[in-house]
């Protein structure tokens, strides 16, 4: 909980963007996919059930900039359930994405028809067992590092209709900040910016999501040992080693930083 309170300290107290890669370059990353798994699988954001698994510095500000940009139904799941407003032990840092007390008490509750799984929490926490009982089309981000939740090969063994990311480099679609924090503190720097915004971030965001749709240049398929990448359910985020990153991203954040 300490950086929530050092971000928002040096906030106050610098006249220069501030910028948490945990939280918030995790945060337009996850964003970006999102948007392309969403599209990929004919859903909207503000319709979906999202279920996060980790109530944390990062499962936060994940969940607060998805609800910036329109998601309605999230349910926050820690080590002990689903965060309620009935639960004793809820933190400043949380409290804001509790939901009304319900019936939902775990995760196996919380997973019955969600649309999205987001796992910002430990290897193995998720059981093929609740990959069956999502909705159709289901998105997975399974993120946590060095092992995910769950491995793709078990999750797409459950389910053929699934789009899914992972935080590691040898499974498609790696959610990675690499992809964000270069570009977004290039644009604040090019306009000048004092702070990183919300808008700053969902400019980010939606960049990524545009460039994944880009006819991928040859020397990103060299780099990467690949003889063909095209947008679909194993390629919804940009290689961090594209450099149009550097353009497509920053100057998205910049024009976000200006208005």
């Known amino acids: ?4 309170y050092i971000e928002k300290e040096l906030k106050k107290k610098l006249d220069i963007p501030v910028f948490h890669d945990d939280q918030h370059g995790t945060a337009v990353v996850v964003a970006a996919g999102l948007i392309n798994a969403l599209e990929i699988q004919s859903k909207k954001l503000e319709e979906v059930k999202i279920v996060f698994l980790g109530a944390g510095a990062a499962g936060c500000s994940c969940a607060r900039l998805l609800k910036s940009m329109g998601a309605r139904n999230i349910i926050m799941v820690d080590r002990q359930g689903v965060l309620d407003k009935n639960r004793s032990n809820l933190h400043e840092i949380n409290i804001d994405l509790a939901i009304e007390p319900s019936a939902i008490k775990t995760l196996d509750d919380a997973m019955q028809d969600a649309d ?44 053929d209709d699934l789009v899914m990311a992972t935080g590691r480099s040898d499974f498609p679609n790696q959610v990675n900040n690499a992809l964000c924090f270069p570009y977004l503190f290039r644009g604040a720097l090019d306009a000048k910016a004092k702070e990183i915004t919300e808008s700053m971030k969902i400019a980010a965001a939606k960049a990524l999501a545009k460039l994944a749709k880009e006819p991928v240049p040859q020397e990103v398929l060299d780099a990467y040992g690949l003889n063909h990448l095209v947008f679909g359910k194993d390629y919804i985020i940009p290689k961090p080693l594209d450099k149009r990153l550097m353009t497509f991203v920053s100057n998205e954040v910049a024009k976000a930083a200006s208005k």
Do not use: T, W, Y
Not at 1 to 4: G, I, K, N, R, S
Not at 123 to 141: D, E, G, T
């Open 1 to 4: 909980p300490e950086c929530f």
């Open 116 to 159: 999205v799984f987001i796992g910002v929490s430990a290897a193995n926490a998720l059981s093929p067992s609740l990959v069956k009982k999502m909705q159709i089309k289901p998105i997975i981000f399974a993120l946590a590092n060095p092992d995910p939740e769950i491995l793709p090969h078990l999750a797409h063994a459950e389910r």
